[in-house]
């Protein structure tokens, strides 16, 4: 089995069409067809139905892409693993965060892992949760960090601290002398800005959102939140809230985003609130590459 051919094939299934495949390979449509043809040749099966104007797997090709996707990794684990016994660890690590995660967790990890292996470089994505799951499933990043619900049909988890949510606010808004803490029930009339998870379209995708928390346990301590605002932007909310539009109330990773701005964070007390659970996540039966592997070690 030619294992070119097989890769142009993998790139013809995850582009959907040749001419975008080819585009992505960098080689002529006509070439590519060709190349396609003679797999199946190869093979004695039909890869594709092509009756419609997207390709679409047949059952052989689909049993052939997932098995395809294994031989690719192994082949490229055994030539990384290879080039570290020879000369240390190199190569890509491709992760994706969500922008408060990304912010705190991941700059110190990576400042570690970098000091013992400086010859490796990164590929940084951000999104939502829902978006991270979804390039980990189009195996364009190998590891993703985001805030749970997660299918644990799909993914495998580390677990990563708790922390809890604060209320952002403007020296302008500041209304207690604690520079650390609020009451929960001192949020009462206050204008609130809150974060709200992206729905998602995926099979994974859970409605769970930091909002529906907030306002659970402010009706929990006898009042209904003044909410002005909800977002799923982050960024949007700490900048609304810099401008003196209302209190927002984060995760306290979210005040890494911006950190030279003159926003005050205080902890949410009586009762504490704590943000949705995060976790470092990947493909479960993904054969992971050994950069990968050595940088989960500084999760565990």
Same mark, same amino acid.
């Given at each position: 089995?030619?294992?070119?051919?097989?890769?142009?094939?993998?790139?013809?299934?995850? +582009?959907?069409?040749?001419?975008?495949? $080819?585009?992505?390979?960098?080689?002529?449509?006509?070439?590519?067809?060709?190349?396609?043809?003679? *797999?199946?040749?190869?093979?004695? !099966?039909?890869?594709?139905?092509?009756?419609?104007?997207?390709?679409?797997?047949?059952?052989?090709?689909? *049993?052939?892409?997932?098995?395809?996707?294994?031989? @690719?990794?192994?082949?490229?684990?055994?030539?990384?693993?290879?080039?570290?016994?020879? #000369?240390?660890? !190199?190569?890509?690590?491709?992760?994706?965060?969500?922008?408060?995660?990304?912010?705190?967790?991941?700059?110190?990890?990576?400042?570690? *892992?970098?000091?013992?292996?400086?010859?490796? !470089?990164?590929?940084?994505?951000?999104?939502?949760?829902?978006?991270?799951? +979804?390039?980990?499933?189009?195996?364009?990043?190998?590891?993703?960090?985001?805030?749970?619900?997660?299918?644990?049909?799909?993914?495998?988890?580390?677990?990563?601290?708790?922390?809890?949510?604060?209320?952002?606010?403007?020296?302008?808004?500041?209304?207690?002398?604690?520079?650390?803490?609020?009451?929960?029930?001192?949020?009462?009339?206050?204008?609130?800005?809150?974060?709200?998870?992206?729905?998602?379209?995926?099979?994974?995708?859970?409605?769970?959102?930091?909002?529906?928390? @907030?306002?659970? $346990?402010?009706?929990?301590?006898?009042?209904?939140?003044?909410?002005?605002?909800? /977002?799923?932007?982050?960024?949007?909310?700490?900048?609304?809230?810099? #401008?003196?539009?209302?209190?927002?109330?984060?995760?306290? /990773?979210?005040?890494?985003?911006?950190?030279?701005?003159?926003?005050?964070?205080?902890?949410?007390?009586?009762?504490?609130?704590?943000?949705?659970?995060? $976790?470092?996540?990947?493909?479960?039966?993904?054969?992971?590459?050994? @950069?990968?592997?050595?940088?989960? +070690?500084?999760?565990?």
């Amino acid at each position: 089995m030619d294992l070119r051919r097989m890769k142009y094939f993998i790139a013809i299934v995850e +582009e959907g069409q040749i001419s975008l495949a $080819a585009k992505k390979l960098n080689i002529s449509q006509p070439p590519l067809s060709q190349q396609l043809k003679l *797999f199946e040749e190869e093979l004695g !099966t039909i890869l594709f139905e092509r009756n419609t104007r997207k390709l679409i797997l047949t059952d052989e090709g689909r *049993f052939l892409y997932e098995k395809a996707l294994e031989i @690719v990794e192994m082949l490229d684990q055994t030539e990384q693993e290879l080039k570290e016994l020879s #000369h240390g660890i !190199t190569g890509t690590l491709n992760i994706g965060t969500i922008p408060s995660l990304g912010a705190e967790i991941l700059p110190i990890k990576v400042k570690d *892992f970098r000091m013992k292996y400086p010859e490796v !470089t990164f590929q940084v994505w951000e999104g939502d949760p829902n978006r991270i799951m +979804e390039l980990l499933e189009k195996r364009i990043i190998e590891l993703g960090i985001v805030r749970l619900p997660i299918d644990k049909e799909i993914f495998e988890l580390i677990s990563l601290p708790d922390e809890p949510m604060v209320a952002a606010m403007s020296r302008n808004l500041e209304f207690n002398d604690d520079p650390d803490f609020v009451n929960l029930a001192d949020l009462k009339d206050k204008p609130l800005m809150l974060l709200r998870r992206a729905a998602g379209t995926s099979i994974y995708n859970q409605s769970m959102y930091d909002i529906d928390m @907030v306002k659970s $346990a402010c009706r929990d301590a006898g009042f209904e939140p003044n909410i002005i605002c909800e /977002s799923s932007n982050l960024m949007t909310l700490l900048s609304w809230a810099n #401008h003196d539009i209302g209190i927002t109330i984060i995760p306290r /990773s979210g005040g890494k985003l911006i950190p030279d701005s003159k926003l005050i964070y205080k902890r949410i007390i009586n009762p504490d609130i704590m943000a949705r659970p995060s $976790a470092l996540i990947w493909l479960k039966e993904r054969r992971l590459s050994i @950069v990968v592997k050595r940088f989960m +070690e500084y999760f565990s």
